[in-house]
């Protein structure tokens, strides 16, 4: 069965830096493309970056752009976010999430699996 699990997320400063990691299994992973969506709390979700199946095409939220870097290693089943330049508005419950095929785009549709998600907090 489809498996997404995340991990690296933790306590950092604002200004720091973190890389997030989503482990796929169950599927042909080369062959979707990938996203990351967060959920602050008391908020709604919010999708926050996506990738093509062969990584050649990123989207980011206006909210993250220029700081955040998704990228994925496909021999390794495993998506990546780097971000830096971090705020306390970053912080989040972050998760990955497959799409029902090889073409990104901005937004939740077509999203069909999802991770549990990884805690980062942004605080001094």
């Known amino acids: 069965q489809v498996q997404l699990v995340e991990s690296g997320g933790g306590l950092v400063q604002p200004g720091g830096s973190l890389r997030l990691s989503c482990a796929a299994s169950?599927?042909?992973?080369?062959?979707?493309?990938v996203s990351w969506v967060r959920r602050a709390p008391g908020k709604g979700l919010e999708w926050v970056s996506d990738?093509?199946?062969?990584?050649?095409?990123?989207y980011y939220a206006d909210s993250v752009k220029g700081r955040f870097t998704i990228s994925r290693d496909n021999a390794k089943n495993t998506l990546y976010l780097q971000m830096n330049s971090l705020k306390p508005e970053d912080t989040a419950v972050y998760s990955c999430?497959?799409?029902?095929?090889?073409?990104?785009?901005?937004?939740?549709?077509?999203?069909?699996?999802w991770g549990k998600g990884t805690l980062v907090t942004v605080s001094s």
């Open positions: 990738i093509n199946s062969g990584g050649g095409t990123t």
């Open positions: 169950g599927f042909t992973f080369s062959s979707y493309a």
């Open positions: 999430a497959k799409r029902g095929g090889p073409i990104a785009t901005r937004g939740f549709d077509g999203m069909d699996y």
